[in-house]
């Protein structure tokens, strides 16, 4: 019987990122079919049943899923060069912060942005990251501190794949940093956070999960919980950025809140590793903010590794902390200063990234899942965590329709 679908890949080494207990999730069959966008099935060719006018011969290269950057605050307006020099003439991130640089600077330039020249530039810094593969990007709000700035910035995010071939996955972070007009009084924000924007965040549907700062630049433990129960009763997923520059026990609390994912953890109690587990929970590591912030508190990762703790890698593409709009680059961070395997990485920027999205229709290479793949002229998938600006997929196809060279 003869099976009707929109393309078939042919001659292909396919690395489905599957838990198979292969390598990378290898697959002997060497032929793909798809059909409406997703994987229709994946065969050995001296068995093609698989029937479309559209074949493509892979010429023996590798296919991949379409990457998946889980952490990005990639919508903002200005930039910040000038606390680029202030930390090389020794001044810290905190403190930086404390003198209201940081975020608070960023926030009047995106305040201040339109919403086309904030949608402009948001494109231009997406369009980089698809380049290298990816096909489904994580945007934060964050800029903003007040509603419809946060507002704003959510639907700019939104508009990126009305331009772009690429899935949009947003997030609420409104506990970004408490903004000078609460400066006084950070519970007042936390309560307007609370009962104000969270509701109209859930009934426009401007993002899926809801995320924190926890920490001492941040917002408090108490706080934090009140953020996440006010999320978890309009239906909202948590994330949260913790134990980045302290241990105030952020990423224990989100577990309880059963978390997507904790992000960064460089300063991750391993006692606390259980309870992650326990909840599901991604760790998600942004070894380009530990990079650009020149730190040395590196996150648990043997321990990590020891307890079965899915392990995400992420851009955290921003405009102070790392202002890095290439994955692959981020990528060998993580085997050279975090000492993540190629095989880790790879998961990590795939079905394990996926995960800390809650998205279980993308990051592997299986029937009835997204058709998002990229075909690579590599010898070895290692090859993409090894070298640095060295590839570029030959090939990418976004539910399952080809792109064109961006």
Known sequence: MT???????NNVRIASMQNNGEAYGLLLQTSIAIKDGKVLAIFDPSQDSYHSTHRVDGENKWLLPGFVDCHTHLVYGGNRANEFEQRLQGKSYAEIAQQGGGILGTVLATRQASEQSLLASAIKRATRLLEEGVTCIEVKSGYGLDMDTEIKMLKVAKQIAEYLPVTIETTYLGAHTVPEEFRSNPDDYVQFVCEQVIPIV?????????????????FSYEQCRKIFSAAQNHQLHIKAHVEQLSDLKGAKLAAQFQALSVDHIEYLDPQDISAIKQAGS???LLPGAFYYLNETQKPPIAELRAHGVPMAIATDLNPGSSPVASLLTVMNMASVLFGLTPEEVLYGVTVHA??????????QIKPGLDADLCLWDIEHPAELVYGINQHRPDAKWFAGKACKSI
């Not at 995960?355 to 990051?363: I, M, P, Y």
């Open 3 to 9: 099976i009707q679908c929109d393309l078939v890949i």
């Open 202 to 218: 859930a009934q426009q549907k401007l993002a899926g999960c809801v995320d924190v700062f926890c920490e001492s630049i941040g």
């Open 282 to 284: 991604v760790a998600v």
């Open 354 to 363: 996926a995960q800390a999205l809650g998205l279980e229709n993308k990051g």
